[in-house]
């Protein structure tokens, strides 16, 4: 079955500490997104990746850092820099940038303590 | 910048008939999607309007008026699997769609 897989889906770390946030796509995409979600409110974009070896800051890239070496996975890392990294991660695809319809993973739930 | 306003919450019953409303404000426009979420789950999309007028996908339909920076998604004979968070997402001059705050739906028997 062709989807995305988020790794793993509860995350627990200390405060201070890097943590990096898993996103594999088979839908053979070029597209892929980060996207923060808190409680209660809409997706806000952290990162964005048009094409491999390539990606843009989007709204909320402070304290966040991303790589795409390959087509089927976009990494978001976490750091140390982000003052409030307590959120719910989404990573998404699409055909292309700025398609109308996008494919998420089920979410990783980060919990900084 | 962009902007989209939702109402936050709203609750209905089984059977019913519910519209969740969504105006925005943006710098140019190329579409408006429409995305549902359940708790703690991945937001599936629902559809897509880019132009004027309406749009069925079996129970649900979107609508959208660009003259007034309007749209709607309309669920018709409500179920209780429809309890969930509804999105709007609008594209503007930037490359990507942006996300509305969301509209909490909730389905009473």
């Known amino acids: 079955d062709g989807g995305i897989t988020q790794s793993p889906k509860y995350l627990f770390r200390k405060e201070g500490q890097n943590v990096t946030l898993s996103c594999e796509q088979n839908l053979n995409h070029d597209a892929m997104y980060w996207y923060r979600q808190d409680p209660g409110q809409g997706l806000r974009l952290i990162y964005y990746?048009?094409?491999?070896?390539?990606?843009q800051k989007g709204d909320i890239a402070e304290g966040y850092s991303v790589s795409r070496e390959k087509k089927e996975s976009f990494p978001l890392t976490v750091t140390s820099a982000q003052k409030n990294p307590t959120a719910f991660y989404l990573c998404?695809?699409?055909?292309?940038?700025?398609?109308?319809?996008?494919?998420f993973g089920q979410g990783t739930r980060l919990t900084v303590v | 910048g962009q902007s989209l306003e939702q109402p936050s919450e709203v609750t209905a019953v089984e059977g019913a008939i519910v519209q969740i409303n969504c105006t925005y404000q943006t710098s140019g426009f190329y579409g408006l999607s429409w995305y549902q979420q359940h708790d703690g789950g991945a937001p599936t999309f629902l559809s897509y309007?880019?132009?004027?007028g309406l749009e069925e996908t079996g129970r649900f339909s979107s609508f959208l008026s660009r003259s007034d920076s309007y749209g709607y998604l309309l669920l018709q004979e409500l179920q209780m699997k429809d309890s969930a968070s509804y999105f709007c997402?609008?594209?503007?001059?930037?490359?990507?769609?942006?996300f509305g705050p969301g509209t909490r739906l909730s389905v009473l028997p």
């Open positions: 998404a695809s699409s055909p292309i940038q700025g398609d109308p319809e996008a494919f």
């Open positions: 990746s048009q094409i491999v070896n390539d990606f």
């Open positions: 997402a609008v594209r503007g001059d930037g490359q990507n769609f942006v």
């Open positions: 309007n880019g132009l004027d």
